[in-house]
T-cell receptor
């Protein structure tokens, strides 16, 4: 069974640009969550999508947005990139939305802002 | 509000020695607790989870954790460390209704030969 797939693995952008990251969940999983990982702030929750609807959102500015498609694949978009957006962005999927369900993580997209 | 505290950002043990990584949580509701491991340049891999039932939870790679409500702890242990256990370990809690997971700051485990 294929795991969570994130593309691309690495990205280099400059300040002011925008970027779109993609996540394909495990087959049959309908919940997709996104996290930002940085050395200073650790792992922080961005948002969760289920059945194409955003269920929860973390404490990030509106420049961070996402969406989910009918096949459960998800994209995350960051506009007007800032140096502080440099991070590893992790996507995780789970079968449902229950808090007791473990999430399965992809290997992440490492975004570097110049 | 929920929170997770991992004591010790770096832990070193000798190969074959006991591994003990500490996690304390704060939650106003019965928590669901998880331990994940992250190897360099990889995502997080689930080691074990506590949802309900038995308080001693066994996971993969010989790890286990015990949920102690009275101490609000969920420490991760392994009787005998192996070189391949060197990685970063994260404790997480869910059930806040707002954030999917709240993660601890992580503990980097170093295994000495």
């Amino acid at each position: 069974k294929a795991g969570v797939t994130q593309t691309p693995r690495y990205l280099i952008k400059t300040r002011g640009q925008q970027v779109t990251l993609s996540c394909s969940p495990i087959s049959g999983h309908r919940s997709v969550s996104w996290y930002q990982q940085t050395p200073g702030q650790g792992l922080q929750f961005l948002f969760e999508y289920f059945s194409e609807t955003q269920r929860n959102k973390g404490n990030f500015p509106g420049r961070f947005s996402g969406r989910q498609f009918s096949n459960s694949r998800s994209e995350m978009n960051v506009s007007t990139l800032e140096l502080g957006d440099s991070a590893l962005y992790l996507c995780a999927s789970s079968f449902g939305t229950g808090d007791n369900q473990p999430q399965h993580f992809g290997d992440g997209t490492r975004l570097s802002i110049l | 509000a929920q929170s997770v505290t991992q004591l010790g950002s770096h832990v070193s043990v000798s190969e074959g020695a006991l591994v003990l990584l500490r996690c304390n949580y704060s939650s106003s509701v019965p928590p669901y607790l998880f331990w994940y491991v992250q190897y360099p340049n990889q995502g997080l891999q689930l080691l074990l989870k506590y949802t309900t039932g038995a308080t001693l939870v066994k996971g993969i790679n010989g790890f286990e954790a015990e949920f102690k409500k009275s101490e609000t702890s969920f420490h991760l242990t392994k009787p005998s460390a192996h070189m391949s256990d060197a990685a970063e370990y994260f404790c997480a809690v869910s059930g806040s209704g707002t954030y999917k997971y709240i993660f601890g700051t992580g503990t980097r485990l170093k295994v000495l030969a």
